[in-house]
């Protein structure tokens, strides 16, 4: 039997003068993903740092949406999803998929090589990992979705991985 609590706790509004969660996440390197979503002509993704394991027994992925981003309705309807870990020479597709230059939708697939996995979900060919993943469940909160995803299936291709820290791209160096 699984049981699940919610707890209602009041939050008291930052002032205006103080630094935001924003400037404070932005301290801290992440490793950069690019999710895929959609088929065909409504192929579309994101380039997220927001993207973790949630359990490895079963196998989940967490990722976090934002419900204004153009892949959100394009998840919602196909219910799949590939996150795609970057290596540090493939920071020209996390800014495709982040809409740099304007790109949209398919065209954000091009100039990179891509493999269909089990769910039909694009991988990169090349990323330091790919994991495959249907939907079991969307949490809405606040101006994002967490999105859950049973793992179907998981290609391992290595690489040193694409970090991003303080609005800039890095790479993984070893202390």
């Known amino acids: 039997m699984q049981m699940s609590r919610r707890m209602n706790i009041a939050v008291k509004p930052l002032s205006s003068a103080a630094p935001t ?5 932005r301290q801290v390197a992440g490793g950069v993903s690019v999710v895929t979503v959609g088929a065909g002509a409504e192929r579309t993704g994101l ?22 981003a153009s892949a959100w309705p394009i998840l919602q309807k196909y219910r799949h999803f590939c996150v795609n870990f970057l290596t540090a020479e493939q920071r020209e597709v996390a800014d495709r998929f982040a809409g740099k230059d304007g790109v949209k939708g398919a065209a954000r697939y091009e100039s990179a090589r891509w493999s269909t996995l089990e769910t039909g979900a694009l991988a990169l060919d090349g990323a330091v990992a790919s994991v495959d993943c249907r939907v079991e469940e969307f ?27 303080r609005g800039r791209y890095g790479a993984f160096a070893q202390a």
Request: charged content about 15%; glycine content about 6%.
């Open 139 to 165: 949490i809405e909160r606040h101006s994002h979705v967490i999105v859950l995803g049973t793992v179907q299936a998981i290609r391992l291709q290595g690489g040193e991985p694409l970090v991003y820290s």
């Open 21 to 25: 969660l924003r400037d404070a996440m």
């Open 47 to 68: 380039t997220v740092t927001s993207a973790v394991s949630l359990s490895v027994d079963v196998p989940t992925m967490l990722v976090s949406v934002n419900r204004t």
